[in-house]
């Protein structure tokens, strides 16, 4: 690993992966041993090796896996649900499985077909049915905080595109924590420090069964491109991804946004039919869709 400048070997990389993210869990302020996480899972390696890890290091985990209904010619949704079952099967874990065509009366390219019929990726509209079914998962099921699988690739994709675009309450929000508000429950990303290699590497040699695919609809995203850029950066100076990531977090931290953290936000109050934040007058964006058919 010539970011971190050390070489391990296949037992003690399997335990330096979860002691490095007890480490992120304390430093960051995630949760604490008496609370109940529920680990948003794809059937991906992150998602998979994240549960893996917190169940091994203790905590009280739980699995929420979305159906989205996405086929793609390669039967995504199906294959993915299969293998996120078969993982907590084995393990006698528990998984919550959200059905989105059951909930929401279509599935996401249905959803897509309606609304954009089929013009544009299905990214926001999923992003949005997928934000909405977390937030009421963990607040009907009482879970304390919702953690996902996001590794240091995707965070600093995420960075550079928002970056690119100063776009600054996104910068504001961005972090391995996101704190609970008022009808939200407390995101977290105890992955957020690993590089994407480091996970394929834990999964692999744990023996964890994930799909391989990515979503057919993450093909030409602008955070892949933005991964591919950072990853020729990584080659040339081996620990720039990290770095950029963790200069991002301390400059936030030592106040680089304080002015616009003064900046009110936009208020906020539950939407009328589920109860979930949102700044529009009468129903949130998802309730909006279910009702009308569109996202605006
Ligand atoms: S948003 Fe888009 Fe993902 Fe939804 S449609 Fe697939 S690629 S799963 S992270
Ligand atoms: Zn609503």
């Keep these: 690993m ?46 998979l090796s994240l549960w893996d890890i917190l169940h091994r ?5 739980d699995g929420l896996y979305l159906c989205l209904g ?26 919550h499985v959200v059905n989105v065509q059951e909930q929401t009366g279509r599935t996401i390219p249905q959803w897509n077909e ?18 909405h079914e977390m937030n009421r998962v963990a607040r009907d099921l009482g879970y304390d905080v919702l953690a996902t699988g996001h590794n240091l690739d995707d965070e600093a994709s995420v960075l550079f595109g928002n970056t690119l675009n100063w776009s600054s309450d996104f910068l504001l929000r ?15 990303k105890p992955l957020c420090r690993f590089y994407e290699r480091e996970m394929t590497a834990y999964a ?14 993450a093909a030409g995203a602008s955070s ?5 850029l950072l990853n020729q950066l990584e080659n040339h100076r081996p620990g720039a991804k990290l770095a950029f990531y963790l200069k991002f977090l301390e400059a936030r931290k030592s106040g680089f946004f304080a002015e616009r ?14 109860g979930q934040p949102t700044s529009a007058p009468e129903l949130c964006s998802f309730c909006r869709m279910i009702k009308v058919g569109q996202v605006e």
Aim: charged share 25%; hydrophobic share 35%.
């Design 57 to 61: 290091l203790g905590y009280h985990a």
């Design 261 to 274: 953290e003064g900046v009110e936000d936009v208020e906020l109050h539950p939407c009328l039919h589920c």
């Design 204 to 217: 692999l040699l744990r023996g964890i069964e994930y799909i391989y695919e990515e979503c057919p609809y």
């Design 2 to 47: 010539p970011q971190h400048r050390m070489a391990l070997c296949k037992d003690h990389f399997l335990e330096w992966v979860p002691e490095q993210t007890a480490r992120f869990i304390k430093k960051y302020w995630m949760f604490g041993p008496e609370e109940r996480i529920l680990v948003a899972v794809s059937g991906g390696k992150d998602s």
């Design 224 to 228: 892949i491109y933005y991964k591919e």
């Design 114 to 131: 309606i609304n954009l019929r089929g013009r544009e990726k299905p990214c926001s509209l999923c992003g949005l049915v997928k934000r």
């Design 70 to 95: 996405i086929d793609g010619g390669i039967n995504y949704s199906t294959r993915s649900q299969q293998l996120t079952e078969k993982f907590a099967c084995e393990r006698g874990l528990t998984l």
């Design 174 to 188: 961005q972090g391995p924590v996101l704190a609970e508000t008022p009808g939200l429950a407390r995101k977290v």
